[in-house]
């Protein structure tokens, strides 16, 4: 916009280019900022969730080496047991920022994918850790793609903030004042020119 010629009218659109870059930094800033207080409220969510993770897993595969010395190997069972194809993603928006919401149908743990015969209960208690398992992996994977997809959100933000405030904001205040400058000396010319022109008429 440096080459606007010094006219009212381009004045006053500059003025009205910075009052929308001043509008639009201002909300990209609060964006920014909601963005950043959901994204640390999830990595909080993020790490407890982690720790309750560890320990079910821990305890999950304690249990599978106990069915298996009790059974001999359950390769057999497992392959006997149905896919879960009840999980869902829906997104809920966030000033603008889609995030996944993972639901799927709670594994009923007390009716069991298997007959009695040749199985434990060591077997039993490893198919209900297992099922744990699934869960907080789910909401682990909605958690985890929440912080990302906010993380670049953020970033975007940030950078087109900076763009406003560092480039477009200065480069329009300095095509204000330079404008200003230049009809300013318009009129101060034009002042002195009307002058003269009285000065000789009185002659």
């Given amino acids: 916009m440096a080459n606007l ?5 381009n004045l006053m659109a500059a003025k009205r280019s910075r009052e929308l870059a001043k509008t639009g930094f201002e909300l990209m800033d609060k964006k920014r900022n909601i963005l950043i207080r959901e994204m ?33 190997g359950c390769e057999d069972i497992a392959m ?5 194809k009840s999980v869902r993603v829906r ?22 994918p298997y007959g009695f015969v040749g199985t434990t209960s060591a077997l039993d208690e490893a198919y209900k850790k297992f099922a ?10 909605e958690l985890e793609n929440s912080i990302y997809r906010l993380a670049y959100f953020i970033k975007k933000a940030q950078k087109r903030a900076n763009a406003l405030h560092n480039i477009v ?35």
């Fill in 132 to 141: 744990k398992v699934k869960e907080l992996t789910l909401e682990m994977a």
């Fill in 169 to 203: 904001i200065p480069g329009l205040d300095a095509d204000i004042a330079r404008i200003s400058e230049e009809l300013e000396e318009k009129e101060r010319e034009e002042f002195v020119r009307l002058k003269v022109i009285k000065a000789q008429k009185k002659k």
């Fill in 80 to 84: 006997a047991i149905p896919p879960d």
């Fill in 40 to 72: 640390m409220s999830l990595i909080d969510k993020a790490y407890e969730l982690q720790e309750r993770i560890d320990k079910t897993f821990s305890e999950a595969y304690l249990a599978l080496q106990k069915a298996n010395i009790s059974v001999g």
């Fill in 91 to 112: 997104y809920r928006s966030v000033m603008g920022v889609e995030l996944p919401t993972v639901t799927s149908t709670p594994t009923d743990t007390d009716v069991l």
């Fill in 5 to 9: 010629p010094p006219t009212k009218g």
